[in-house]
């Protein structure tokens, strides 16, 4: 059995796999590196049951993978780099040797897998750390299921200035509920809610673009969601409407929040 973990820089998530299928996913939330990697490791070993020495090797990836240079509790510990693990991961979720991913986490990562190169296509600062940091600032919350549970009861018109406030009819392809300025009404009235909606959808907006952007580069016609941002439901919401609007489609396969460690444990399987 062989061992992925993927230290990110608010979660740390461990995937087990044997002969190239899931067994077990775990995700715990990140400290030191150190302390990240072994409690990740001993909470799956715990929670499936599973003896240590069963574990033939650890592949580590993220950005705390930098400071582990030894073995784990004796395990042969290899690195792997953050892109192709998620480009590995991709793949193997997407059941295709040609997926475009975007990688939502703190930030987010465009990648493009083939069965012969992964590359990284760019991305954007613009994530789940946005979220959070904007609504910290502006409603004064920084948990997840708050900021979702605050933007489910949201009113975007009261935020958003849509193309409805500034013309009579849709403009191009764009109909009188889309938006024309992220943020561009702020009126007086909009409380927590419309604000907390507001955040989420110009986060994800700026993602869901880039990212069809990025599909038509590449001639694909499909987008795989992956990272923590692939479980926000308001998040998905929104990625649907804009695949409407450009006709590229937005996937969102079970398990997509592992896919960096799943990649990890996968490259030398």
């Known amino acids: 059995m062989i061992i992925g973990i993927d230290i990110g820089s608010t979660t740390t998530k461990a995937v087990a796999v044997q002969n190239g299928k899931i067994i077990k996913t775990v995700k715990t939330k990140a400290f030191d590196a150190v302390t990240s990697a072994t409690g990740a490791l001993g909470k799956l070993i715990i929670e499936s049951n ?88 502006l409603i004064h919350s920084t948990t997840f299921e708050n900021i979702l549970r605050l933007a489910d009861l949201g009113d975007l018109s009261k935020v958003d200035l849509l193309i409805e406030d500034i013309s009579d009819s849709g403009i191009s392809f764009l109909n009188n509920k889309s938006t024309a300025s992220n943020f561009g009404k702020m009126l007086e009235t909009a409380n927590k809610e419309d604000i907390a909606l507001g955040i989420i959808n110009l986060v994800y907006q700026v993602i869901g673009v880039i990212s069809v952007f990025a599909a038509r580069s590449r001639n694909n016609d499909s987008v795989l969601i992956t990272g923590n941002g692939s479980k926000n439901i308001i998040g998905r919401k929104i990625l649907e409407e804009i695949s409407q609007l450009y006709n590229i489609g937005f996937e969102f396969p079970p398990d997509a929040e592992f896919a960096t460690a799943i990649g990890a444990a996968l490259s030398e399987q």
């Open 50 to 137: 599973l003896n240590i020495s069963s574990v033939k090797k650890i592949i580590i990836t993220g950005a705390g993978a930098v400071n582990i240079n030894n073995e784990i509790f004796g395990i042969e510990t290899h690195k792997i780099d953050e892109i192709t693990a998620i480009g590995l991961g991709g793949m193997f979720l997407s059941k295709k040797e040609n997926v475009i991913i975007s990688n939502i986490g703190t930030g987010t990562s465009i990648i493009e897998a083939t069965k012969d190169k992964i590359t990284h296509l760019g991305g954007t600062g613009i994530g789940g750390g946005t979220i959070i940091g904007l609504s910290k600032e």
